[in-house]
């Protein structure tokens, strides 16, 4: 059941002039909202934008498919829009909670609650700096509308969300960049000696390619005969030759950049080698191996996911095998020489190969963009000793299908945010530090305060 604050924005569409950042968050958190089930949450949120004096701009009312976009300006105006992305759904709960999945308890410093990082308290940063840009700045004559969007079933990237806005609302929204969920503070994420924040900002990911693997071979049916050749074992000796080869280093310019970026954090050979990680490639590679957090960024990664039978019966030799792979390929693979190269290594003819999911191919977002530049000036304002460094994510997220469009998309979570915190999302026990609600809400704020006094080209 809903507490004070959501009721009564749920109701009538406002909100308590002295409700804060952690009340709103606190609020969201508790309507539940997995991917799908997302209009009550999604009702409550946007309420809560309109009751901030935003215009309104509806992309579906229904359970997955709830998405709105609230502007400074009515889109009709056609300004080139600053987007600050986000999404309404989250993914189901777990058992082993201190805190109820939904509970949006504050205890000693912390907010929880499913979605509370992953991704309602991003949106809570977001709209906090709009409401502030709207409420402290003289924004009439930005060049740009300034605008928080947000979007169901991200988590399961279903056609309802993002793909239903582009489909049917690209023009309107007239994005110029989209700002979205990415990587936090990477200091608190690795082994090492960092004196130092550092930001990152993911200017390219990697795009999921799914595929399912089947064969299909009839023989004796009662497993007390062993054929020669039957699918379970065929689909495991595949399976084996595939997943014990290494998968091959690429080094690309985002991701050497971040080699050279991290070289400032080393002595001696070693930052001599990162500065140059080309010439080095071979003793890098090495060490990047030991980590799959990081070589995943250098890789195109292939999981072993699921594994499957037509037998349900212990006794019964199954006649079809299969098997899941979740895929994710760098910016510049090419679909069809990875799929090659997963035949070869399988060397079985007769499992077939079916992509059961590939998501839109996309390059990395300029780093010398106007948008850019502001948002990585925003984080060094705010946080004056941080270090920001760019990076590819490892995981998809809407952000890609605005890079497919070729418009600037990056990706950032500008606040402290700890490994163990980063653990909890989709995890137990999910939190964000109010601390940090406050913080990332400021850096947004400074970027947007850029924009809106940008000079026009």
Known sequence: MFSGLAQQAKLTGSEPAVATSAEVLSNYVQIPSESGMEAQAGLFFRNLCESRGLHITEMGEEDGQFNFMASL???????????????????PENDGNTHGPYSGAIDQG???GRGAIDNK???????????????????QNSPYNISLLAVSCEETQCTGGMQHVLA???EDINAAVVIGEGPSDLATLMDGDFPNPIYAISRAHKRAYWIELEIEIEGFGHGSVT??????KEMVTALQKLTRKKQKAIFNDVNTEFLKGMAEYQKGIQRFALKHPRLFKPIIVSQLRKTPELFSIFSNTLTLTNLNSSSQAINT???????GLDCRLLPETDEKEFENEIRKRLK???ISIKVIKSTPANKPSSNSSIFYKNLKSAIKEAYPEAKTIDVIMPNINDLGYFRAMNVPAYGSIPARITKS???SIHGIDERIPLSELEAGSNVFYIFLKKMIYESPD
């Open 73 to 91: 300006f009515p889109l009709e105006e056609k300004r080139p829009n600053v987007i600050l992305m986000n999404h309404i759904d989250v993914v």
């Open 110 to 112: 912390y907010l929880y």
């Open 121 to 139: 308290g991003v949106a809570v940063m977001h709209l906090e700096a709009i409401s502030r840009i709207k409420s402290v700045e003289n924004y």
């Open 168 to 170: 049917n609302y690209s």
């Open 227 to 232: 054929p020669e050749y039957y699918a379970n």
């Open 317 to 323: 030799n199954s006649i079809v095998a299969k098997a």
């Open 348 to 350: 079985n003819e007769n």
């Open 421 to 423: 915190e980063v653990e």
